[in-house]
């Protein structure tokens, strides 16, 4: 009887995973096949391909989750080591091309039929960042500059002069009031507050950042770092993306020395995807 009764548990689970966690109208893969791959390479990628297809090589579980279920990486609470360790090569056709709308449901259905994930919504207290200033004296770093440009007459001269087009500007100089990135470690800002950096460092570490800086107003800033060989960023940079440069500082260090501020290790309650059951697939 208690086999039975876990037996129906388990499935009522997995069918409200693939149900209420964002499945959006039971969107799934007409066939997929999921085999180990075993070659001892790190590095794995997924990609939509035309005609209804999907692939992933040499991709994780944890890769697959992360793409499923839109969360960072640190929201990943309960899973067994082999979901972070262990690679997978999957082939994966669907009725209709796979865009990028309809992905996350489409994994959230083979991962729940495949790998018998279920999940779970919940608050934790989770590892975080925050952004304080490195110097007791508050003297800011060498490529943090305060900026006096005011944004909204730029805006608005820039729609009543141009049609809404930037300023031009000198050859290497980027516009004001704007965010860009020169290559898979390099990042400037112009006439922009804090605030509006905070998404920028929480993809580059992989963990939700929060402003304890204190710092009003706006800034110019030019940022010149070496990516972590691990981070996601490298899996999905363009091909004619600007070199790394091995030898140049992590983003902590980066930061710190040019910018004269730190990003320190703290927690918060914040969402979590927690993972009650998940299972590797038999070969097929």
């Given amino acids: 009887m208690r086999l039975n009764r876990c037996r129906w548990t388990c499935a009522i689970a997995a069918y409200l995973t693939a149900g209420l966690f964002g499945q959006n109208g039971g969107q799934s893969f007409e066939v997929a096949s999921v085999k180990r791959n075993n ?5 794995g990628r997924t990609q939509i391909q035309p005609a209804g297809r999907f692939t992933a090589v040499n991709a994780t579980v944890r890769q ?3 793409r499923a279920y839109e969360v960072q990486d640190f929201q990943i609470v309960g899973e067994p080591k082999w979901v972070n360790s262990d690679r997978f090569d999957i082939e994966a056709r669907a009725e209709g091309e796979v865009t990028p709308a309809r992905l ?3 994994l959230k259905s083979l991962l729940a039929e495949r790998f018998k994930l279920v999940v779970h919504n919940d608050t934790r207290d989770l590892p975080i960042y925050a952004l304080v200033l490195a110097r007791k004296d508050g003297r800011l770093g060498p490529k943090l500059r305060v900026s006096t440009v005011d944004c909204d007459a730029v805006a608005e001269e820039a729609l009543s002069t ?3 087009a930037p300023p031009p500007v000198a050859p290497g100089e980027r516009p004001p009031c704007s965010i860009g990135f020169g290559g898979m470690g390099q990042m400037a800002a112009r006439s922009k507050p804090i605030s509006q950096l905070l998404p920028f460092f929480s993809q580059v ?11 009003k107003g706006s800034f110019d800033i030019d940022l010149t770092w070496t990516p ?15 070199p790394v440069d091995p030898n140049g500082p992590s983003i902590f260090t980066a930061v ?4 004269g501020l730190k ?14 059951r998940i299972e590797a697939p038999t070969a097929n």
């Fill in 39 to 43: 070659s001892g390479e790190q590095g």
């Fill in 64 to 66: 697959l989750i992360l």
């Fill in 104 to 106: 996350p449901a489409m």
């Fill in 162 to 164: 141009r049609n809404g």
């Fill in 205 to 215: 570490t992989q963990r939700t950042v929060t402003d304890r800086t204190g710092l």
């Fill in 228 to 242: 972590d060989p691990s981070s996601p960023l490298l899996e999905t940079a363009p091909p004619d993306a600007a």
């Fill in 256 to 259: 710190q020395e040019q910018l």
């Fill in 263 to 276: 990003l320190e290790s703290a927690k918060a309650p914040l969402p979590a995807l927690v993972i009650d």
